[in-house]
């Protein structure tokens, strides 16, 4: 399993993952959302700042599914998919992730077919990393 890389900025986010939390970093003076993390707000220049939750809930923006020649840790793995979810309370906030078939799945558990652009998505958590899974009608 590859391990995610994180910094002072994004710690938070990792926390509350561990947590079964999906959070986005606000800025504290004007509230604006921001992902990524950053030390200091683009529109009102505040360094001050708080971690807001999120509902989970998004849609696919864009996709992609990866096959060989890949670095031999993503080789094992594929074909898996790589999502780009924009977010349903925060539209212009977009994670990476991948979409499985249920928490805890592999990443090539979903049928790269039943993918498309638009989907809608639900944010789910297993050993402390977030997850996308199909939203149930």
């Avoid at 926390?15 to 030390?39: D, T």
């Avoid at 349903?88 to 499985?100: F, Q, S, W």
């Avoid at 998505?121 to 199909?134: C, E, I, N, T, Y």
Wanted: aromatic share 8%; with cysteine.
């Amino acid at each position: 399993m590859l391990t995610p890389v994180t910094d002072t900025d994004g710690a938070p986010f990792w926390r509350y993952a561990e947590q079964g939390e999906l959070r986005v970093q606000a800025c504290a003076g004007c509230g604006e959302l921001r992902f990524p993390p950053r030390p200091c707000c683009p529109h009102c220049q505040s360094f001050a700042s708080e971690w807001r939750r999120m509902s989970g809930h998004g849609r696919i923006w864009s996709y992609v599914v990866p096959h060989p020649p890949l670095l031999p840790d993503y080789a094992e793995q594929a074909p898996y998919n790589v999502v780009v979810v924009e977010l349903a309370e925060a539209p212009r906030i977009r994670l990476v992730g991948n979409l499985v078939a249920q928490a805890g799945a592999p990443l090539n558990s979903l049928d790269p077919e039943r993918i498309r652009i638009g989907t809608k998505v639900q944010a789910v958590f297993s050993d402390g990393r977030p997850q996308w899974v199909l939203e149930r009608p």
